[in-house]
Structures are given as structure tokens and as C-alpha cells.
């Protein structure tokens, strides 16, 4: 499983990098949200799937390998 944001759709609110900042930060050049974590295995599920369902544009996608 990885994690994508699809960013066309993001509007930098950072509610992502927020709940979830081992997976989401803001990028500083553009100001959108980036994925940092290579590695999903480690990463809290609970705090991934509530900045999935907190992404007031739906912006992040669950997909599997
Ligand atoms: S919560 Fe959604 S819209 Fe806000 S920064 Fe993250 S991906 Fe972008």
C-alpha cells in the first residue's frame, strides 16, 4: 500500500501534515501537500485514514501495490 496526494486537488490547507506528519508535509516551494513516508508499514493507521477523511477536497488516495 502507498499513499498519494493527488494535487491538482490540494489547497494547501495542511489539515494532512497536521493529523499525519510522519506521511504529509507541506511543501515549501509550492505550498501543497507532499508525501515524505517511503515506508507504510510503520506508519499509525489511525492518524493515516483520519487525514485521509479530513481532506476537505479529497485530495489523498489509498493505493494498493
Ligand atoms: S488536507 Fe488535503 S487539501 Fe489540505 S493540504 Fe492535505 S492534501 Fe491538501
Same mark, same amino acid.
Given at each position: 500500500? %502507498?499513499? #498519494?496526494?493527488?494535487?491538482?486537488?490540494c489547497i494547501g490547507c495542511g489539515a494532512c501534515a497536521g #493529523? =499525519?506528519?510522519? +506521511?504529509?508535509?507541506i511543501? &515549501?516551494?509550492?505550498?501543497?501537500s $507532499? +508525501? +515524505? =513516508?517511503?515506508?507504510? /508499514? %510503520?506508519?499509525?493507521? $489511525? /492518524?493515516?485514514?483520519? !487525514?485521509?477523511?479530513g481532506c476537505p477536497t479529497? !485530495? #489523498?488516495? %489509498?493505493?494498493? &501495490?
Open positions: 500500500m %502507498k499513499v #498519494i496526494v493527488n494535487r491538482d486537488n #493529523i =499525519c506528519p510522519e +506521511v504529509f508535509q511543501d &515549501d516551494e509550492d505550498g501543497l $507532499t +508525501v +515524505v =513516508c517511503d515506508d507504510f /508499514s %510503520k506508519v499509525d493507521e $489511525t /492518524s493515516l485514514n483520519d !487525514a485521509i477523511e479529497a !485530495a #489523498i488516495e %489509498k493505493v494498493e &501495490d
